[in-house]
């Protein structure tokens, strides 16, 4: 019977999909289940979801308990084999606010701010933190638990982890799953699962921007249509009006001009590069349907409609759960059956891909059973995608450097090599940008010196 906590198991939604994908599985059937928050009110409603559930798919088999706030954080932990992380440090007041409000002063606009750029450099440095606490605890009361980490700036969280404590850790995206899905949607081709069974494809490189490296149907390569299509496409759009264009165009020409589609949305990747948010060429945030301020608007939304969306879930008796894509069940699911097992996970390089930093976390095909989790060996990337992504490594080697040493112009540097921070704003800027950003965020960080 293993025992699984969920840290941030106020994320209900997130929760009832990993959760529920877990009570899904016969072998986890059985589990103990803890439920970790710091928010009274979200966590006793996660209790009552999974609770439901429990009931309604799995015969009550499954020990649910709660624990809230820090002083029960250890007893969460305890004994634990597997431990889920969801966190999100902060919230969208005062954090996110903060994330996006203070860089706008400077004329920096950010998009999702979560994973790189200016936000994502400052989301890392108060969450790695909180992590420590949660490592330092199963350190002692679950030392052999796999952590199996949600939370973003994902290669940020996942390398700080993976060099700073002996946690075993893997991060676990949801992008991986549905890059070919989403290719061919947006290029309005056929999609269905039956085709994409019978579709071959690889990606590697790192978190957000892994590349589709081979996609191939009975024995043909599609990329060279896919390639003429997209461009056709991508040419209308530019020239149509915002109600007629795609959302996905950046990755569309990334893959034109890189030769590989990438993994994560294009409102993600128009933030880890230089090229498409420029003060100087404001058409271009129109031309490519760009959204600013995306995550904030995700938020408030997010925020006004959860308890009409809790009621649903709390109101239906017959609340029940199907398989999700996520990969947490079924990596518990193999470690625990010696069942082996494919995903595209986050782990530290070690020589996987060769031409990128063997102290990077990269996301690639990983084989799990009950040796736990492996990475497998990709070769180099092509030379233009390595170099893609060494843009965004620099930036997560710097602040996981800073996190460890509370550097402060390990801060500094971070944000100078950023491309998009780099592309828009000064070195001075920048500094009093970090320093703003610092200001703000008081307590929430550790003193740096």
């Known amino acids: 019977m293993p025992k699984i906590t969920f840290m941030g198991a106020g994320s209900t939604v997130f929760a009832k999909?990993?959760?529920?994908?877990?009570?899904?599985?016969?072998?986890?059937?059985?589990?103990?289940?803890?439920?970790?928050?710091?928010?009274?009110?979200?966590?006793?409603?996660?209790?009552?979801?999974?609770?439901?559930?429990?009931?309604?798919?799995?015969?009550?088999?499954?020990?649910?308990?709660?624990?809230?706030?820090?002083?029960?954080?250890?007893?969460?932990?305890?004994?634990?084999?597997?431990?889920?992380?969801?966190?999100?440090?902060?919230?969208?007041?005062?954090?996110?606010?903060?994330?996006?409000?203070?860089?706008?002063?400077?004329?920096?606009?950010?998009?999702?701010?979560?994973?790189?750029?200016?936000?994502?450099?400052?989301?890392?440095?108060?969450?790695?933190?909180?992590?420590?606490?949660?490592?330092?605890?199963?350190?002692?009361?679950?030392?052999?638990?796999?952590?199996?980490?949600?939370?973003?700036?994902?290669?940020?969280?996942?390398?700080?982890?993976?060099?700073?404590?002996?946690?075993?850790?893997?991060?676990?995206?949801?992008?991986?799953?549905?890059?070919?899905?989403?290719l061919l949607q947006t290029l309005e081709l056929d999609a269905s699962p039956e085709r994409i069974a019978n579709i071959k494809w690889k990606t590697a490189g790192i978190n957000h921007m892994a590349w589709l490296l081979e996609l191939s149907e009975n024995g043909k390569d599609l990329y060279p249509e896919i390639k003429k299509i997209a461009d056709k496409k991508v040419k209308a759009w530019r020239k149509a009006p915002k109600d007629k264009k795609s959302g996905n165009m950046i990755r569309l020409e990334m893959m034109k001009r890189f030769g590989y589609y990438v993994t994560e949305s294009s409102e993600h990747n128009a933030e880890y590069a230089p090229f498409w948010i420029k003060n100087n060429y404001p058409g271009l945030i129109d031309e490519w349907n760009i959204p600013l301020d995306e995550y904030p608007r995700r938020c408030i939304i997010q925020i006004d409609n959860w308890k009409e969306q809790y009621n649903k879930l709390r109101d239906d008796p017959q609340l029940s759960h199907k398989l999700s894509r996520e990969y947490g069940s079924g990596i518990i699911n193999a470690i625990v059956t010696d069942t082996p097992y494919q995903i595209g996970g986050n782990v530290m390089n070690n020589g996987l891909i060769p031409n990128l930093p063997a102290d990077a976390v990269v996301e690639v095909p990983c084989l799990v059973d009950r040796n736990g989790i492996q990475g497998t060996y990709v070769g180099n990337l092509p030379t233009q995608c390595a170099a893609m992504n060494m843009t965004n490594i620099n930036v997560q080697l710097l602040t996981i450097e800073a996190a460890l040493t509370l550097k402060k112009e390990r801060i500094y540097q971070a944000a100078m090599l950023d491309p998009h921070t780099a592309a828009e704003l000064s070195i001075d800027d920048i500094v009093k940008l970090c320093d703003d950003l610092i200001a703000a965020h008081g307590k929430m960080l550790p003193k740096y010196r």
């Open 17 to 182: 999909n990993v959760l529920g994908d877990c009570l899904c599985r016969e072998a986890l059937k059985d589990a103990d289940i803890a439920l970790y928050d710091i928010d009274a009110e979200r966590l006793k409603e996660s209790e009552y979801v999974i609770g439901a559930l429990n009931k309604n798919i799995n015969d009550s088999r499954a020990k649910i308990s709660t624990f809230l706030g820090p002083d029960q954080r250890k007893a969460a932990l305890d004994k634990a084999d597997f431990v889920v992380n969801a966190i999100q440090v902060g919230g969208y007041e005062p954090s996110t606010v903060i994330d996006f409000e203070i860089p706008k002063k400077y004329g920096l606009k950010q998009t999702i701010a979560d994973t790189l750029g200016i936000g994502g450099i400052f989301r890392a440095l108060r969450t790695i933190p909180v992590m420590f606490d949660f490592a330092r605890d199963m350190e002692k009361v679950a030392p052999e638990a796999w952590l199996l980490n949600y939370t973003n700036p994902m290669a940020m969280l996942t390398g700080a982890m993976l060099k700073g404590t002996d946690v075993k850790t893997v991060g676990l995206c949801h992008s991986v799953q549905v890059c070919v899905q989403s």
